[in-house]
């Protein structure tokens, strides 16, 4: 009786366990994406160029990241999205995004 019981529970603890694996990955690459956000914003906001921006983002994002940045009048605005496999070989993506905005230092150039 214990192994029909267990036989039954397996399954369904895998599945949570699992479940909470994906949970960590995600909330993991949530926070990268957020802080690669934060720091893009602040070197955009000091007046780096586009492409120094977008470089230092893809340090601290995760791995196939695309970050936009979008300079209006005295904001930047800095956005950092990935697809993340949340299941390893699994091929469910789940998208995940975070954006920054900043106003430009009164000493910043351009960008």
């Given amino acids: 009786m214990v192994t029909a019981e267990t036989a039954v529970v397996l399954p369904v603890l895998l599945l949570v366990l699992a479940g909470a694996v994906a949970a960590v990955t995600l909330v993991g690459a ?18 780096e160029p586009v492409a120094a921006v977008t470089a230092l983002t893809d340090r601290a994002a ?9 300079q209006e009048g005295e904001e930047v605005r800095v956005t950092v999205s990935a697809r993340i496999a949340a299941l390893g070989p699994v091929p469910l993506r789940i998208p995940v995004s975070a954006e920054a905005v900043a106003l430009r230092e009164p000493d910043g150039g351009t960008g």
């Fill in 30 to 47: 949530q926070l990268r994406c957020v802080d690669a956000a934060r720091e893009g914003a602040r070197a955009a906001a000091r007046g």
């Fill in 62 to 70: 995760p791995a196939g990241a695309v970050t936009t940045v979008v």
